[in-house]
């Protein structure tokens, strides 16, 4: 590490609504991951739209290689010189992969007429898939990703790009072992080419695997900044939620019942075919696998959200023919989708609105809903899930982790006795992951039946009582969780012969 930073902030306050960042000191140094850590709603975020030139801070000085410079000066200077990596997606889709990833340096046969020389560009493009081994091409369109192929293509375009400081949020909450490993190389890379990485994460397992320093922030403010080589994983916990946390999941015993749920030669286009499986009441049963392994895809064809599924489906020993979305409702199957934002809430509704949404039947009486039993319902849903803000807001004002109950509270709500889990973790601190877990618990204690799918394979074995491994476009295996290792459903997932 150098000894003149890339960048420094002094002092920096800002206040928005409630909330504030206060007296935040912070630096980067050049061939530097500083992970940056904190609860949801701790100010990560926000803090890094400052460093991004998003928003002015209302005071504090920023140092940009060695110069203090006023923020008016600073957002010019940083303009070109900072890639920021959000959790969400945030590429071109309609436009190419090799569109996206040289998007801000493409090269042109004649600069002046911006005329691209389609060529050069393809040519980059496929040598940087190839050196990564990616199995994608560059004449896809970003639309026809799926959310782990999107976040990959975002750290490409981190690594093809020029900038000083780069800020990787959340970068491998959607993604598997696998992808994981390659991604590390990928930011690793960007390190040695003489960038500063702020790379904030929920992940302890990413910050001893990749991280130089850390920076832990609650409530707005800094609680401590240390070497990673210093800490425990007990210390960063303890320093993050003000507790030691025992036991990361919190997983019980449940007797299982009946089969609730059986899939019969399930089948999708040419992406999934003779998928078999049988879920009891009570039991979780986790799905895992390569990012493109159809893990999204079975959750859709379970709940009816695309056409021309094959196979057959049984709930309680019918025949069912789940055909859309509200046929699974009325089936008492719940989805929580992987992209929440897009699929699973209404954005511009109320907290309180979104959870009543799909219970709306069951308050009314003579084609009008009795609105003040609903609310009460409502609210009593709000405090059983341990939402901590106002219902009254919009859901996107929410926390990630809020946003998420919320969504549980809209389903447990509906009655759902099957419940379809998509990444229900993904982009959650350790807190809420814990309480994401046990909303599961008491789900399974009323003999609700889960399919848990996520791309974690320790909380898969943590949390769930079956592991079902997606590979080749089928189940490669379904097992107990106890019979099988993370070495051993790498191997699978990974297979192409599984």
């Not at 690594?159 to 491998?172: H, M, N, Q, R, T």
């Not at 079975?298 to 025949?319: M, P, R, W, Y």
């Not at 992209?339 to 219970?359: E, G």
Request: net charge neutral; hydrophobic share 40%; aromatic share 8%.
């Amino acid at each position: 590490m150098l000894d003149t930073a890339i960048l420094k902030l002094e002092n920096v306050n800002l206040k928005i609504g409630n909330f504030s960042l206060s007296d935040i000191n912070l630096d980067l140094y050049p061939n530097e991951i500083h992970v940056i850590m904190g609860e949801n709603r701790s100010g990560k975020s926000l803090l890094m739209q400052v460093i991004s030139g998003v928003l002015p801070p209302d005071s504090g000085s920023f140092v940009l290689d060695g110069r203090e410079l006023k923020y008016g000066e600073y957002t010019s200077c940083i303009k070109n010189n900072i890639t920021y990596v959000r959790q969400d997606s945030e590429m071109l889709s309609n436009l190419t992969i090799a569109e996206n990833l040289f998007f801000n340096n493409m090269p042109y046969k004649n600069r002046a007429l911006k005329i691209i020389d389609y060529d050069r560009l393809n040519y980059m493009c496929q040598k940087l898939l190839s050196d990564f081994n990616l199995p994608i091409s560059i004449n896809d369109r970003v639309s026809a990703l799926g959310l782990a192929q999107r976040q990959i293509c975002e750290f490409l375009r981190a690594y093809v790009s020029d900038a000083k400081i780069v800020i990787l949020d959340e970068p491998f909450a959607a993604l598997t072992q696998n992808e994981r490993e390659l991604l590390c190389k990928v930011v690793k890379s960007i390190r040695e080419r003489g960038a500063g990485i702020f790379y904030i994460t929920h992940s302890l397992e990413d910050v001893f695997h990749l991280g130089d320093r850390i920076t832990i922030i609650k409530d707005g403010k800094i609680v401590d900044t240390r070497k990673v080589s210093d800490c425990t994983r007990d210390e960063i916990i303890k320093l993050m939620s003000g507790q030691y946390i025992q036991n990361r999941y919190p997983k019980i015993k449940v007797k299982t019942g009946k089969v609730i749920l059986s899939v019969r030669d399930l089948g999708f286009e040419d992406k999934l075919h003779n998928i078999n499986f049988d879920l009891r009441k009570g039991e979780i049963l986790g799905v895992t696998g390569l990012a493109g392994s159809g893990r999204t895809l079975l959750a859709k064809c379970l709940f009816g959200a695309v056409d021309n599924v094959k196979g057959k489906i049984f709930v309680n020993g019918s025949e069912v023919k789940i055909s859309d979305p509200y046929t699974a409702i009325s089936n008492g199957i719940a989805l929580i989708p992987e992209d929440r934002i897009n699929y699973s809430i209404f954005a511009y509704l109320t907290v309180s609105d979104n959870i009543s949404v799909s219970s709306l039947k069951r308050f009314a009486h003579a084609l009008k809903i009795n609105t003040s039993i609903l609310t009460q319902s409502v609210m009593e849903y709000i405090k059983k899930l341990n939402i901590t803000q106002d219902p009254r807001e919009s859901i996107l004002e929410y926390s990630i982790g809020n946003q998420q109950k919320a969504i549980f509270a809209k389903w447990i709500m509906s009655r759902a006795k099957i419940f379809i889990l998509d990444e229900p973790t993904r982009g959650l601190d350790i807190a809420s992951k814990i309480d994401i877990y046990n909303f599961i618990n008491d789900l399974v204690k009323k003999e609700v039946g889960v399919i848990f799918i996520s791309s974690d394979i320790e909380e898969i074995l943590g949390i769930c009582d079956r592991v079902a491994v997606l590979s080749s476009r089928t189940l490669a295996c379904n097992v107990s969780t106890k019979d099988i290792t993370v070495e051993r459903i790498i191997e699978l997932a990974t297979s192409a012969d599984a």
